[in-house]
């Protein structure tokens, strides 16, 4: 079976590559990743990965991947921040408090699909001001659910604990993909 990868992030790309099995990337722009607003947070992000999927048709021997990371943080959710001012937002909002951040993944098949969500809690202390601004001067976190990135600085210096998988975090949560591959779509590592 061939792995491939839709996603542009090099996190993802650098994560999957961790599990030791072959991949390709190949990724269609344009996809919408609009969601109805009454869905819940929690459904976000696994719709977003499964309506990615549906861009793509795969042959008989090919496993796809997509996936999507939202974090909400008093029942609001935050996706990439579109410029500077909306990322040092995005930190005020999560400074001093706990919040979820949800990796939605579709495995898709030829004739099977596998789609599920992992959810991890993450708590930051008070930011500063000057904090938030050099974080976001510094690493330009725009391409970041929540503007930010836990294996950055602003992880370093802010999370006080985190509750479940740090490479969901990351945005691609490794351990359960590679469940998924072997058990619904048998990939073996050899």
Known sequence: MKLILSSNSPRRRELLAGLD?????RVLKGIDESYPDSLPPE???VFIAREKSEAYEVAEDEVLI?????VVVDNNILGKPANADEAKEMLRMLSGK???VITGVCLKGYDKQSCFSVISEVTFKELSDSEIDYYVTHYKPFDKAGAY???EWIG????TSLSGSYF???GFPVQRIYEE???TFHFTIE
Do not use: C, R, W
């Not at 099995?21 to 990337?25: C, D, L």
């Not at 997509?66 to 939202?70: G, L, Q, R």
């Open 149 to 151: 990135g836990i294996q």
């Open 21 to 25: 099995i072959p991949f390709e990337v």
């Open 156 to 159: 370093y210096i802010g999370v």
């Open 66 to 70: 997509t996936a999507d990371t939202i």
């Open 98 to 100: 706990s919040h979820h």
């Open 168 to 170: 969901n975090v990351m």
């Open 181 to 183: 591959l072997k058990n």
């Open 43 to 45: 459904e976000t992000a």
